[in-house]
């Protein structure tokens, strides 16, 4: 499937701001969303190539959904486009997380209303239909059914996010025992000119990583914001809710944030849409030290990405040359098993246990998931649908 850049950014960043609107339920929930707008939608690449990235985010320390949204954005339309996926995904969210930081309403309240219920119940429809449809093209055969079964259930059995990583690398092992004679669709180069370029990308990442301790130390307030935020960006794998026990260390430990506010931010990013880790707004608006504010909240979100952008720029113009390879398509075929069996465990724990607490959230969940796989609602109509309806129901 050809998908070369043919968008401009200004497109990139509308399409990524409707789904910054309207995606809740978390970063399983987000990729979903992603997969119906540009593999099923827009058709801006394949099930495969989706899937490939997915892996690849996955296997990245930062928030693997806006990893991803950034890697669409920037193999649709090139650097810019990349930075437009990126600002108009995160932009909903975090300027309702600064503007609750400044005292603008209670947000956390709004985890308990029936319009977000009903929102949180379209996540679990919307991610069990791209389950459906990445599960059909992605394990055809009963070698990767067993190994999105078998990752499915020792990720259920599992605590540690390092279990993802782990079988991630584990099924790409097996594919390349299993599957090294087939065949594979290439995916298009994005606009990074060189694996040089690449290698710049990645000199900068782990220079922010390595050399703003050193500034921190005798810097004033503002660079050890910085340095703090970069490396909660740098360090974690599995998304926003593995990053807390990091901003929890370096904010609340030092008492920049008392932990009331710390929790009650917290609280408040779960009913929103969009990425968890724009909660490093609310934190950068809330420190009492450095600027604070809207500048502060500025910083510290842009200070949290910044290292895994750096990362997709870096890794992308080796991953197209990687994927190239005939022994390693064969991997991917069995990363790709692996990353359904990480959805279906998703599905079930966490979003359908916290969202599927009793027969008549099952019964809209269901509703909601027949609508998607047998009419032709648009999703963002069917967001829409769900929030008035459990605005009515809950």
Known sequence: MKSSATDNPYKVFVIFLRLGCVSFGGPVAHLGYFREAFVTRFKWLSDEEYADLVALCQFLPG???????????????GFLGGLAAWVGFTLPSAVLMIGFALGLGSLGALDSAGWVVGLKLVAVAVVAHALWGMAVKLCPDWQRQLLGGVTCGVLLAST???????????????????????????????????NRTGLGWLVLFFAGL????????????????????YRAGSLVFGGGHVVLPLLDSFTVGRGWVD?????????????????????????????SVGPGGISGGVIALVATYVPSLLLILGVMPYWNHLRKVPSAQGMLRGANAVVVGLLAAALVNPIGLHALTDLWRWAFAVVAFVLLKFTKFPVWTLVGMGAAAGAVLF
């Open 160 to 194: 540690g996010v390092g279990g993802q990583v782990i079988m991630i690398l584990l099924g790409a092992l097996v594919g390349r025992i299993w599957f090294s004679n087939s065949s594979a669709e290439s995916m298009d180069a994005i606009k990074v000119p060189s």
């Open 210 to 229: 390595f050399l703003l301790p050193v500034m921190a130390l005798k810097g004033g307030a503002t660079i050890q914001i910085v340095d703090g935020f």
């Open 259 to 287: 932990q009331d506010t710390f929790l009650a931010g917290y609280g408040a990013a779960q009913a929103l849409p969009g990425p968890l880790f724009a909660y490093t707004s609310f934190l950068g608006s809330s420190i």
């Open 63 to 77: 928030p693997a959904s806006s990893q991803v949204g950034y890697a669409l954005g920037l193999r649709r339309a």
